[in-house]
């Protein structure tokens, strides 16, 4: 089949000769994929059953828009589209920023990125202070460029102009900010000191790439792309050692001159889907049916090079040459050996297009209205070649009105079939050669089909109300606002719920960063004095007072404590200390429809029955049992959620043990 790829510029108009590429890519791409995904869901066959071949990748993501807007899944060949993808040029940016301080470009692409989410109003005045310094100096989690740079992230927050538009939609950009400089400096001191397999881990944990990119859309090709790129990475690392420079180059080369790499697929993906290719990768490869798209388009034009040999020039004989630009008296000899070698490279891959094809072919081209007369040996393009079929009819341009009278097809005296891909639109069904059959519903049918779409949409609205994801503590939620509220106003003073949020997200983060191996004494004093610290740094100065007495109360129970020394006890049995958790909703299960998300604080194993043991650490005012229960039955459903994903991530026969360290009360709460 020939597919004229003419645009129409409305439903009611004829098709025109396209002379916009864009118009016409995108006339063809829709055509292509309409086409494709007729033939999968009415004559079902399977997507790995057809090929679509590219003499060139320029306007290959207009066709992967249309195959991603039809539902086609599809395999993309080695392309340069791997290295544009965002989250690749993304994770690029981060890795360079961590193991190249000075990289202040992949500093700022990391610190824009989603992950950190720094907004540009910001990032203007961060950087007129000593913000970019006291990155480039950051070394680790201890240093003390870190508590200045996260100061100075508060600080701009503060002082940002709340009228700069869409600050608003962006509350609390500093938290992420923050969060994103703290692990940038953990990843340094990880990248000097871990090996790479313990580096890359800590990475994805650490900054959850995954997760974020797999909650966008096509989100897992996008995980499909950061596994291949994060396992390369690993594999860079192990093999050039210390070679930091050549990874570097390697990252930027990669990026910046986005070398073709093949994209990532998601398993399930691989099994059954559309193969995308250039030509030249297609070659040995058979598909039931193949389009060859862009039949039209025409090399760019080479322009001569500054410096140039004859390759078939032999030492010892007279060489033809340009020399900064200008040629020797023979050149043009080289050139003309090149145009043949050219032309015969054009008939040669257009044969490998036009031999892929088992049952079917499409030829889709920007036709002209009449073809040209040129010799075949001045071809540029596959349609320059194909002018020259004896059989073809005498001008495409005649072809529309037949075509729009006769089912949108025409048969040539060769039994090729001419189809206009801007005529698609119009009528789908009359474009495949089917007929139109009005058909009515006996009403009893209708009316209960109509019942049924009533109850459908009811639950449909219900599930669309809920949100994608949400935390592991979010049926507690309300309830636990409603009793910090009430906490805050009678131990901290009133409007005092930050300072005491504050208090219990630095008191995790002591436990989190507690160097197990150091002496306790030391360690202690080390942490104690970073907890009082960056109270400043998240507490409003008229909460400061509050918060700091609160947390100057909160270190001396936990120091005089028994869950402190029972923390230090376990070192030996630690599994981990805040694991990112995702876990998918059960069936008729309430709350997010996507996932559950948190982070277990301590998970260990218990030296008595070798049990996996998850806790969670409580810096909630209560003291007395029945105040313990009650707080206790508030965190219930998040301790089940906990104790699911450990079980299902573990493949344990049965529930993992949970505990409610409650450290005001100094005491351990474990659920009958």
Same mark, same amino acid.
């Given at each position: 089949? +020939?597919?004229?790829?003419?645009?129409r510029p409305?439903?009611s108009?004829?098709?025109v000769?396209?002379?916009k590429?864009?118009?016409?890519a995108?006339c063809e791409?829709?055509?292509?994929?309409r086409?494709?995904?007729?033939l999968?869901?009415?004559v079902?066959m399977?997507?790995s059953?057809f090929g679509?071949?590219?003499?060139a /990748?320029?306007?290959?993501?207009?066709?992967?828009?249309?195959?991603r807007d039809?539902?086609l899944?599809f395999?993309v060949?080695?392309?340069k589209q791997y290295y544009?993808r965002r989250?690749i040029i993304?994770a690029?940016a981060?890795v360079?920023a961590i193991?190249?301080p000075v990289d202040h470009?992949a500093l700022v692409?990391?610190?824009r990125?989603?992950?950190a989410g720094?907004?540009?109003?910001?990032?203007? $005045?961060?950087?007129g202070s000593?913000?970019?310094?006291?990155?480039?100096e950051l070394?680790g989690p201890?240093?003390a460029?870190?508590d200045?740079a996260l100061g100075l992230v508060?600080?701009v927050?503060h002082e940002?102009?709340e009228? =700069?538009?869409?600050?608003?939609?962006?509350?609390d950009?500093?938290?992420?900010?923050?969060?994103?400089?703290a692990n940038?400096?953990?990843?340094?001191q990880?990248?000097?000191?871990?090996p790479p397999?313990?580096f890359?881990?800590?990475l994805?944990?650490?900054?959850?790439?995954?997760?974020?990119?797999a909650a966008?859309?096509?989100?897992?090709y996008?995980l499909?792309?950061?596994?291949?790129?994060?396992r390369?990475l690993?594999?860079s690392?192990e093999e050039r050692?210390g070679?930091i420079?050549?990874?570097?180059?390697t990252?930027? @080369?990669s990026?910046a001159?986005?070398?073709?790499?093949?994209?990532?697929?998601?398993e399930?993906?691989?099994v059954?889907?559309v193969?995308?290719? /250039?030509?030249?990768?297609?070659k040995?490869?058979?598909?039931r049916?193949v389009?060859?798209a862009?039949?039209h388009?025409? &090399?760019?034009?080479?322009r001569?090079?500054?410096v140039?040999l004859?390759p078939?020039w =032999?030492?010892g004989?007279?060489?033809? +040459?340009v020399?900064?630009g200008?040629p020797t008296?023979?050149f043009?000899?080289v050139d003309?050996?090149r145009r043949?070698?050219?032309?015969?490279?054009?008939?040669r891959t257009?044969y490998?297009a036009m031999?892929?094809a088992?049952?079917?072919?499409v030829?889709?081209g920007?036709?002209p209205e009449?073809l040209?007369?040129?010799?075949?040996?001045r071809a540029?393009?596959?349609?320059?070649?194909?002018s020259?079929?004896?059989d073809l009819?005498?001008?495409?341009g005649?072809?529309?009105?037949?075509?729009?009278e006769d089912d949108k097809?025409?048969?040539d005296?060769?039994f090729a $079939?001419w189809?206009?891909?801007g005529?698609?639109?119009a009528n789908?069904?009359a474009?495949r050669?089917?007929e139109?059959?009005?058909?009515?519903i006996p009403?009893q049918?209708a009316q209960?089909?109509?019942r049924t779409?009533s109850?459908h949409?009811?639950?449909?609205?219900?599930?669309?109300?809920? &949100?994608?994801?949400?935390p592991?503590s979010?049926?507690?939620?309300a309830r636990l606002?409603?009793?910090?509220?009430?906490?805050?106003?009678?131990t901290?003073?009133p409007?005092?719920?930050?300072?005491? $949020?504050a208090?219990g997200?630095?008191?995790?983060r002591?436990?989190?960063?507690?160097?197990l191996e150091?002496r306790?004494e030391?360690?202690?004093k080390?942490?104690?004095?970073r907890l009082l610290?960056?109270l400043?740094?998240?507490?409003?100065?008229?909460?400061?007072?509050a918060?700091?007495?609160?947390?100057?109360?909160?270190?001396?129970r936990?120091?005089?404590?028994?869950?402190?020394?029972?923390? =230090?006890e376990l070192?030996?049995t630690?599994?981990?200390?805040? =694991?990112?958790v995702?876990l998918?909703p059960?069936d008729g299960?309430e709350g997010?429809?996507g996932f559950h998300s948190?982070?277990?604080?301590?998970?260990?194993?218990?030296?008595?029955t070798?049990?996996p043991?998850?806790?969670?650490?409580k810096?909630d005012?209560?003291?007395?049992d029945e105040?313990?229960?009650?707080r206790?039955a508030?965190?219930?459903?998040?301790?089940?959620l906990?104790a699911?994903?450990?079980q @299902?991530?573990?493949n344990?026969?049965?529930r &993992?043990?949970?505990e409610?360290w409650?450290?005001?009360?100094? @005491?351990r +709460?474990? @659920?009958?």
């Open positions: 089949e +020939y597919w004229i790829s003419w645009p409305d439903e108009s004829t098709p000769p396209g002379s590429v864009d118009e016409v995108e791409a829709a055509a292509i994929a086409d494709i995904r007729h999968h869901d009415e079902d399977a997507w059953d679509l071949l590219l003499r /990748t320029t306007h290959l993501e207009t066709y992967l828009d249309a195959f039809h539902g899944p395999v060949g080695s392309s544009r989250e993304e690029s981060l360079r193991i190249h470009v692409a990391f610190l990125s989603a992950t720094l907004p540009d109003a910001a990032l203007l $005045r961060l950087w000593d913000f970019p310094a006291l990155l480039t070394t201890g240093a460029e870190l200045q508060e600080t927050a940002l102009d009228s =700069i538009p869409g600050i608003d939609s962006i509350e950009w500093q938290i992420s900010v923050q969060e994103a400089v940038l400096a953990l990843l340094r990880s990248f000097r000191q871990d397999d313990r890359v881990e800590l994805r944990r650490r900054l959850l790439f995954d997760v974020t990119e966008r859309y096509l989100g897992h996008r499909a792309n950061l596994e291949r790129f994060f390369q690993e594999t690392l050692g070679d420079q050549a990874i570097l180059r990252l930027r @080369r990026v001159e986005a070398e073709e790499e093949k994209e990532a697929l998601p399930d993906a691989v059954d889907a193969r995308v290719m /250039t030509i030249h990768g297609a040995g490869l058979q598909f049916h389009y060859l862009q039949a388009a025409s &090399p760019p034009p080479k001569r090079q500054a140039d004859d078939r =032999i030492p004989e007279p060489a033809e +040459y020399l900064l200008n008296l023979g043009h000899q003309e050996h043949r070698v050219e032309s015969a490279e054009l008939v257009l490998v031999t892929r088992e049952d079917r072919l030829v889709a920007n036709w009449e040209p007369e040129s010799p075949p040996e540029r393009t596959y349609l320059d070649l194909l020259h079929r004896s009819p005498a001008s495409p005649r072809l529309v009105a037949g075509c729009l097809a025409f048969q005296a060769g $079939r189809r206009f891909s005529l698609e639109r789908g069904e474009a050669g089917g139109q059959v009005s058909r009515s009403l049918i209960t089909d109509s779409l109850e949409s009811l639950a449909a609205g219900h599930r669309m109300a809920r &949100p994608f994801q949400g592991m979010a049926d507690a939620g606002a409603r009793l910090l509220d009430e906490e805050s106003e009678s901290a003073g409007g005092q719920r930050q300072g005491v $949020r208090v997200e630095l008191v995790h002591l436990f989190e960063t507690w160097n150091e306790p030391d360690e202690w080390r942490r104690q004095k610290a960056g400043s740094a998240m507490v409003p100065e008229h909460e400061l007072s918060a700091t007495e609160r947390a100057t109360k909160l270190l001396e936990i120091d005089s404590g028994e869950l402190l020394k029972r923390f =230090i070192r030996q630690v599994l981990g200390r805040e =694991i990112p995702l998918s059960q299960e997010p429809v948190g982070a277990i604080d301590l998970l260990y194993r218990d030296p008595e070798g049990l043991v998850i806790v969670d650490f810096t005012r209560v003291e007395t105040d313990l229960g009650a206790a508030v965190y219930a459903s998040q301790e089940d906990y699911r994903a450990v @299902r991530a573990m344990l026969e049965t &993992p043990g949970t409610l409650f450290l005001w009360a100094d @005491r +709460y474990t @659920r009958p």
